[in-house]
Nanobody, 114 residues
Framework: QVQLVESGGGLVQPGGSLRLSCADE???????MGWYRQAPGKEREFVASMSRGGSTNYADFGKGRFTISRDNAKKTVYLQMNSLKPEDTAVYYC?????????WGQGTQVTVSS
């Protein structure tokens, strides 16, 4: 059963923007949430993370373009992606870290193409 519910992916032109959402419906409190992505034929790579206290971390390719944010009341993490490039095309997966381990969302497709 899917307890991290992702949304917001889609098709966008180069230079466009998307905002991904990931809602934690587990009923537990996570210590951190974040995002990875995986393009066809490539390894899954880190995108961004945010701790419950608000500390953030970004991959170099996302700095200045991507912003991670959270709404703790809604238990939802967001990834705002601006100035998108074709190389950003990938399946984006959110995650949440719990005492018992890491849980993953189902993935949402982001396609950047003319």
């Amino acid at each position: 059963q899917v307890q991290l519910v992702e949304s917001g992916g889609g098709l966008v032109q180069p230079g466009g923007s998307l905002r991904l959402s990931c809602a934690d419906e587990t009923g537990f409190s996570s210590s951190a949430m974040g995002w990875y992505r995986q393009a066809p034929g490539k390894e899954r790579e880190f995108v961004a993370s945010m701790s419950r206290g608000g500390s953030t971390n970004y991959a170099d390719f996302g700095k200045g373009r991507f912003t991670i944010s959270r709404d703790n009341a809604k238990k939802t993490v967001y990834l705002q992606m601006n100035s998108l490039k074709p190389e950003d095309t990938a399946v984006y997966y959110c995650y949440a870290d719990f005492y018992s381990g890491r849980m993953w969302g189902q993935g949402t497709q982001v396609t950047v193409s003319s």
